[in-house]
Structure formats: C-alpha cells, structure tokens
C-alpha cells in the first residue's frame, strides 16, 4: 500500500523561530492536507492542497503540494508555544472513497 | 470548519464488555464517516469506512464481528467494541466528510482503557 515518509520526526525549537516540515510518498496523491494533533484531541485541519504545485497560506502556517504530486512541505513562521503539538501530513487517492493516508507526524516543542 | 462530535470522550471498562463510541455530524449530512485507532506516539491507523446506510468496509486485519460499525443516518455513526480486551486499549479516533468536502473532520476521539 501506500506510504508516507514524513520528516522530521522531532524538532526542538526556541519562540520566534521557523519551522518547516516535509512529506514525500512512493505514490502520487490528489490531495493532501496537514493536520495538527493536541494531545488527547482528534486532529485538527490546518490547510488543504488540491493542486500540484499549490501554496497556501493559513495565518503563519504555508503548505505546498509538490510539482510530482509525491510531496508536500508545511512551514510555520515565528514559532509560538501553542504552535506545540503534533502536525501530521495525509494524502488522499481521488477514487479510494476518500480514505487519507497518514504520515508518522511530527512533534513540535516550542521553548518560550 | 465542521463540528464533529465524539462521545464518550473517555471510558473504562471491564474486560469482556463491549463498548460503544458515537460519533455525530452536528451542522451537516455526514455522507462517509471513518474510524481510527492510534496508539501512543504513533499515528493513525485507519479500521474501516463507513457510508450511510450500507455496510463498512473494514482495513485488512480489523475484525469486523469485534468492531461493530453502524451508519444508520447522514449525522451518525457508532463503533462497538464487542468484548473488549485489554489490548483493545487506545485511542478512537472518527472522522466525517459531507457530500460538498473533499476534506473529512474530525472528532475529539475517545481514550478506551480496558481493565
């Protein structure tokens, strides 16, 4: 089946910092989306890509849908603390029922 | 966005019980709705797909007789854990997409802890 390589698995950063995060898979995608994750929440949709080669923005947050459709990378600028949390890249096939395909996700740690 | 709804949001059982999660569209007609299990530190792993009014499709190796799905209407679905087992332990996870979305949202999720 498919597969989604995201990386990094762990950052540390300090407040005010940017922070970008990437996801490529084996197999194209036609949509992807990145979620963040609270612990004990379900995820939350940060932004959602349609198009290869889109960039959307969302507040600090910018994602891109890569030229190949195989990737995608999320960039945070001016890290806050709230930013914590872990942020987690899915694709979606159009005709798979709408199932998405997660990455391993990414876990942020912001120190003030 | 859209509000998905999950509840219980925590729960304990004993072990042999079953256990049922409901997960409810609240502001619009949830035409396919997934459940989801993750395990600490890890992400999610999706367990079937579910739309209104016929069966689940379940991911390999999830039982369908353990994991009881029911789509009954456009805002609910429920998953029943039959007989519940401490490795049944972990974090439920629903989502839910509308015929007008590509994009699905989600429920809070509901930590079973199975004792």
């Known amino acids: 089946g498919q597969q989604l390589n995201q990386s990094p698995q762990s950052m540390f950063i300090q407040e005010g910092e940017d922070v970008s995060m990437n996801c490529t898979s084996s197999?194209?995608?036609?949509?992807w989306l990145w979620y963040k994750q609270d612990p004990g929440e379900g995820p939350v949709l940060l932004i959602a890509l349609y198009k290869a080669g889109e960039l959307t923005s969302n507040g600090r947050l910018t994602a891109q849908f890569g030229i190949t459709r195989k990737d995608s990378f999320l960039n945070i600028s001016a890290s806050i603390p709230s930013d914590v949390g872990i942020y987690f890249c899915?694709?979606?096939?159009?005709?798979?029922?709408?199932?998405?395909?997660f990455g391993k996700g990414t876990l942020l740690t912001v120190n003030p | 966005g859209a509000v998905v709804s999950q509840h219980p949001s925590r729960v304990i059982c004993k072990s042999g019980t079953s256990v049922k999660i409901e997960c409810r569209s609240l502001?619009?007609?949830?035409?396919?709705m997934f459940w989801y299990r993750q395990f600490p530190k890890q992400s999610l792993m999706l367990m079937a797909t579910s739309n209104e009014g016929s069966k689940a499709t379940y991911e390999q190796g999830v039982e369908k007789d353990k994991f009881l799905i029911n789509h009954a209407s456009l805002t609910l679905s429920t998953l029943t854990v039959t007989s519940a087992h401490p490795e049944d332990s972990s974090f439920y996870i629903c989502?839910?997409?509308?015929?007008?979305?590509?994009?699905?949202?989600f429920g809070q999720g509901t930590r079973l802890t199975v004792v």
């Open positions: 502001d619009f007609q949830a035409t396919t």
């Open positions: 989502s839910a997409r509308g015929s007008l979305n590509t994009e699905a949202f």
């Open positions: 197999s194209i995608f036609n949509t």
């Open positions: 899915a694709g979606q096939l159009r005709g798979s029922n709408y199932k998405l395909t």
